[in-house]
Nanobody, 121 residues
Framework: QVQLVESGGGLVQPGGSLRLSCAASGSIFRINAMAWYRQAPGKQRELVAV???????NYADFEKGRFTISRDNAKNTVYLQMNSLKPEDTAVYYC???????????????WGQGTQVTVSS
């Protein structure tokens, strides 16, 4: 139906950078908001950033300007540029999209499989 595929995760040293990508494919009529979440071991899943189809963005307070979310509507792809990474950023990062599926009127939430981000020296 609809698939979200994340890429760009990996191991990075403190202070380093990573760029995550998430591409949506399938029976897509329209994608409304796209977002990144993360979940560390023993912690609840938390919102990292969200971007609407119109380009409006919102960020979690813990980022303090370190992260930037962007979107390519033509490619159904969302990105998360992460700079000045800290060990506490270590988590599985999940892509989320509110999608209007072809043939349906209402929208549905879809999730990617997640990509591991590890910040360690």
């Amino acid at each position: 139906q609809v698939q979200l595929v994340e890429s760009g995760g990996g191991l990075v040293q403190p202070g380093g950078s990573l760029r995550l990508s998430c591409a949506a494919s399938g029976s897509i009529f329209r994608i409304n908001a796209m977002a990144w979440y993360r979940q560390a071991p023993g912690k609840q899943r938390e919102l990292v950033a969200v971007i609407t189809s119109g380009g409006s963005t919102n960020y979690a307070d813990f980022e303090k300007g370190r992260f930037t979310i962007s979107r390519d509507n033509a490619k159904n792809t969302v990105y998360l540029q992460m700079n000045s990474l800290k060990p506490e950023d270590t988590a599985v990062y999940y892509c989320n999209a509110d999608v209007v599926v072809r043939g349906f009127i209402s929208d549905f939430a879809f999730w990617g499989q997640g990509t591991q981000v590890t910040v360690s020296s």
